[in-house]
């Protein structure tokens, strides 16, 4: 099938999902550290250049964004967490819209946790795969930023996330993924696909949650 990302667009920014669009179609949200190349990843994997904003300061995006590929399926950047310069106060409002919209809204079919390789499973990151696990959503995790280690120390990070992700999230999934060099794209792309366009994609191999 042709890239359906490309397609992508800004639909609206919800403080909570009771401004979100109606809980219907399909979606997968994106979520992660602030400084962990979220928006990066969203524009390689829609092949745009400024789907999502990249900032020098990590912590911009302080609201659900919404991204609509057409009228049934939507990508969708969650707040980052954990490293943002703002009122402790702010972060709690973040953390409940988190919490909040991983376990009730029933369109979301999937997430994308994004570590970086160097520093992944965060005290945050344990938070967040501890609500996907509970909320039985699958989540696949891309370590992030892969170009900056050598091959043999990103794949001794990929192996002891995945040994740790059992422990945590049993159906998990992960990958090594870049930005600057596209590494990984082609894989996350796919995950999206068995998530959002199941009736079409070649391979439906996912881990499924236990009974």
Do not use: C
């Given at each position: 099938?042709?890239?359906?990302?490309?397609?992508?667009?800004?639909?609206?920014?919800?403080?909570d999902?009771?401004?979100?669009?109606?809980?219907?179609?399909?979606?997968?949200?994106?979520?992660?550290?602030?400084?962990?190349?979220?928006?990066?990843?969203?524009?390689?994997?829609?092949?745009?250049?400024?789907l999502?904003?990249?900032?020098?300061?990590?912590?911009?995006?302080q609201?659900?964004?919404?991204?609509?590929?057409?009228?049934?399926?939507?990508?969708?950047?969650?707040?980052?967490?954990?490293?943002?310069?703002?009122?402790?106060?702010?972060?709690?409002?973040?953390?409940?819209?988190?919490?909040e919209?991983?376990?009730?809204?029933t369109?979301?079919k999937?997430?994308?946790?994004?570590?970086d390789?160097r520093?992944?499973?965060?005290?945050?990151?344990?938070?967040?795969?501890?609500?996907?696990?509970?909320a039985?959503?699958?989540?696949?995790v891309?370590?992030?930023?892969?170009?900056?280690?050598?091959?043999?120390?990103?794949?001794?990070?990929?192996?002891?996330?995945r040994k740790?992700?059992?422990?945590?999230?049993?159906?998990?999934?992960?990958?090594?993924?870049?930005?600057?060099?596209?590494?990984?794209v082609?894989?996350a792309?796919?995950?999206?696909?068995?998530?959002l366009?199941?009736?079409?994609?070649?391979?439906?191999?996912?881990?499924?949650?236990?009974?």
């Amino acid at each position: 099938m042709t890239n359906p990302y490309q397609q992508a667009h800004f639909l609206i920014s919800a403080p909570d999902i009771r401004f979100a669009p109606p809980d219907e179609g399909a979606e997968v949200a994106f979520a992660g550290r602030s400084n962990a190349g979220k928006s990066s990843a969203l524009n390689v994997i829609s092949n745009q250049k400024a789907l999502a904003r990249t900032s020098k300061t990590p912590g911009r995006t302080q609201q659900i964004n919404f991204f609509a590929m057409d009228e049934g399926h939507r990508l969708v950047d969650l707040p980052g967490y954990g490293y943002a310069k703002v009122p402790i106060k702010m972060k709690r409002q973040w953390q409940a819209a988190l919490g909040e919209y991983l376990e009730k809204r029933t369109a979301l079919k999937g997430l994308v946790l994004l570590m970086d390789v160097r520093h992944p499973l965060t005290e945050f990151d344990v938070q967040m795969l501890g609500w996907t696990a509970q909320a039985r959503l699958p989540t696949h995790v891309l370590l992030t930023k892969a170009d900056k280690l050598k091959r043999g120390a990103a794949q001794a990070s990929l192996l002891q996330v995945r040994k740790q992700l059992a422990g945590l999230h049993a159906w998990a999934t992960v990958q090594l993924f870049s930005a600057l060099d596209r590494q990984g794209v082609e894989e996350a792309r796919k995950q999206l696909d068995r998530w959002l366009f199941p009736e079409t994609a070649h391979d439906t191999t996912a881990p499924e949650p236990p009974p």
